[in-house]
């Protein structure tokens, strides 16, 4: 379960310091071109998004590679499916309906999260 624990945690942390990326460097009329025509309407979301996915992304990786706060590491997976929650309820209010990927990314954030900190900490 370690092993899978840590496989979840890798995909996350590259999903989501790619996304976070994304959404802080780019331009966001070329976020737009890319499918996230809402980044143009709400900059400031966009923006925070992109920071707290990178913020939580090293928080998967970083403590565990340097076993120092682990504590982080469950901490950081917990607010990632946070920022999917409130992801999906955005899409949702905007009349979307194609977030099958934040529902992925939830639910294996969740994983992570309660795997980390309950029976399989580092």
Avoid: C
Wanted: net charge neutral.
């Amino acid at each position: 379960m370690d092993i899978a624990l840590w496989i979840a945690a890798i995909l996350l942390a590259a999903f989501f310091l790619a996304a976070g990326i994304s959404k802080t460097l780019i331009p966001l009329d070329k976020l737009a071109d890319r499918g996230l025509g809402w980044a143009q309407e709400k900059p400031a979301y966009a923006r925070t998004a992109g920071v707290a996915e990178i913020l939580g992304a090293l928080g998967l990786i970083l403590p565990a590679v340097f076993t120092i706060a682990t504590f982080l590491i469950p901490l950081a997976a917990a607010g990632l499916a946070l920022i999917m929650a409130l992801s999906i309820a955005f899409h949702l209010s905007r009349g979307e309906k194609d977030f099958a990927i934040n529902i992925a990314a939830l639910l294996l954030a969740v994983s992570v999260a309660w795997g980390r900190s309950s029976n399989w900490p580092l």
